[in-house]
């Protein structure tokens, strides 16, 4: 596990966007795991920056996204789909049609698990994976429970998550209850995985995660098992690390 330290937002993105930048020169064709939320939008401004001058193509690279909500089309502004759109796709060369999402239109869960898990085999599994983690240590929504589950799978979102993701939605009634996500198995089976946090508030969780009990009650401490694994956070975010494992070194 490899630890890259920020000094701020903006370093800590620039050092996740190196790690990708990186696979995808290295391999053009790579299959890139993408994330939503908040921590990866500076990480995505880094790479279309490099685009524009002309550092990097994503001509060939295929891309799956960890997750989706159920019932929102890929129209609607909430959905990640549009998501990825708005802040990633539309800005550099990447093909449309090699952009993956689950389909949250698709309201037969076990066929859409199913379609997913195949698709992300046919295109040879996922060499870099990029994560956030959620306040109560969801990666995609695999969120708290009593059990990793390997494969895609429809989740029932918990009340902080949804409480969380209220900030882009105009009421917490809008939110949607249930989203598709990657599992477990197939996010740690990615050769490569990046972790970005940032922020005080994802200190103590992040902690628990990489140093804590494995369990399916923190979904992130999966990652311990992970080899290839580079965490990236800022100051704030590895505070607690910082504090509780003085041997810990940051790159
Ligand atoms: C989004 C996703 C989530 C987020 C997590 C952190 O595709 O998979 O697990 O990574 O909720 O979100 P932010 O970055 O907004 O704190």
Do not use: S, T
């Given at each position: 596990m490899r630890f890259l330290l920020g000094k701020n937002y903006?370093?800590?993105s620039r050092k996740a966007a190196n790690l990708i930048s990186a696979q995808v020169i290295l391999k053009p064709d790579s299959v890139i795991g993408l994330a939503t939320g908040s921590t990866p939008l500076g990480l995505y401004e880094t790479l279309i920056s490099w685009y524009m001058k002309g550092d990097i193509s994503f001509s060939k690279c295929r891309t799956v996204n960890l997750?989706?909500?159920?019932g929102l089309d890929?129209?609607?502004?909430?959905s990640y789909a549009y998501f990825m759109n708005k802040n990633l796709f539309k800005f550099i060369d990447i093909k449309?049609?090699?952009t993956h999402?689950?389909?949250g239109l698709n309201l037969d869960n076990d066929a859409e698990c199913k379609r997913y898990d195949e698709l992300i085999k046919s295109l040879g599994g996922v060499d870099i994976q990029l994560l956030g983690i959620g306040n109560n240590g969801h990666i995609g929504f695999n969120e708290p429970s009593d059990e990793f589950k390997a494969g895609t799978n429809c989740v029932k979102l918990t009340e902080s998550t949804i409480k969380a993701n209220s900030r882009f939605f105009e009421s917490i009634d809008d939110v949607p209850k249930f989203a598709y996500t990657m599992g477990i198995r197939s996010i740690i089976q990615a050769k490569y995985i990046v972790l970005v946090a940032s922020g005080k508030n994802k200190a103590k969780i992040l902690e628990e995660a990489l140093f804590g009990p494995v369990t399916p009650q923190n979904p992130a401490s999966i990652l311990q098992m992970?080899?290839?694994?580079?965490?990236?956070g800022d100051e704030e975010a590895f505070s607690v690390i910082k504090e509780k494992h003085k041997d810990?070194?940051?790159e």
């Open positions: 903006e370093q800590m997750d989706e909500y159920v890929p129209k609607n502004e909430q449309p049609e090699n999402l689950p389909n992970v080899e290839n694994l580079a965490v990236c810990i070194i940051f």
